[in-house]
């Protein structure tokens, strides 16, 4: 079935580091692909969106590149900070379907 | 704007127990959802509604039950409380179908079932 996989986490980086996590996809059609960010004690939200290949979704420095050829949608941040702290999720929804599949998230450390 | 809001932050049950999480949205929203989140396990959906009066299963509907009898408010039931329930809940709703319009959450429901 249509499914998600995220890398494991946490991931625990310094300020200032390079960010890249892992999202990768199987569908049976050419899905929407999305980031959704959860903050400490909060529900997720949006954070990008890609809706069809070689698209690029970017947000508060955050890019991810609807990669249809390796099935990937992996999040970038060039320089991050401790405000980034939080739970990603990575999902994807058909467009015949109603339903959003997510991954199962992958928690983001940042060190001062 | 409050957008979408959830009651009770957290609850301590009894098995057998039963209660209902509220939840409502004052952004005129048609799509309505119920996900549980456990940890490492992502969010699995529950139920959900395309607007007022007609609802659906999604993937992890037993031992709940929802109504939707305005377009506001997405009330989720659980008539007979056991451990396997304990997990966070989610709320959420979208203007349209989510492959065009974004799911906006509420804080979420810690629930316990002991």
């Known amino acids: 079935g249509d499914s998600v996989t995220q890398m494991e986490g946490p991931v625990t980086l310094s300020e200032e580091a390079f960010l890249t996590i892992n999202c990768t996809y199987t569908?049976?059609?050419?899905?929407?692909l999305f980031w959704y960010v959860q903050y400490p004690g909060e529900g997720l939200q949006l954070l990008l969106k890609?809706?069809?290949?070689?698209d690029k979704g970017s947000n508060k420095g955050f890019e991810a590149t609807y990669r249809k050829e390796t099935t990937s949608f992996h999040l970038e941040k060039g320089s991050v900070q401790v405000s980034d702290s939080a739970v990603y999720f990575c999902a994807l929804i058909l467009n015949r379907d109603d339903k959003i599949i997510f991954g199962k998230g992958t928690r983001l450390h940042i060190l001062p | 704007n409050a957008g979408v809001t959830q009651t009770p932050k957290f609850r301590i049950l009894k098995i057998g127990q039963s209660m209902t999480l509220q939840c409502t949205q004052d952004?005129?929203?048609?799509?309505m959802y119920w996900y549980r989140q456990d940890p490492g396990m992502g969010l699995k959906l529950i139920y959900y509604?395309?607007?007022?009066?007609?609802?659906d299963k999604g993937e992890v509907p037993n031992g709940y039950n929802v109504s939707r009898s305005t377009t506001e408010d997405f009330p989720l039931r659980l008539e007979l409380a056991a451990p396997s329930q304990t997990s966070v809940y989610f709320c959420?709703?979208?203007?349209?179908?989510?492959?065009?319009?974004?799911?906006?959450f509420g804080n979420g429901t810690r629930l316990t079932v002991t």
């Open positions: 569908a049976t059609g050419y899905p929407s």
């Open positions: 890609a809706t069809k290949a070689d």
């Open positions: 509604s395309v607007g007022a009066g007609i609802t």
């Open positions: 952004m005129n929203h048609n799509y």
């Open positions: 959420a709703s979208s203007w349209a179908a989510s492959y065009n319009s974004p799911l906006h």
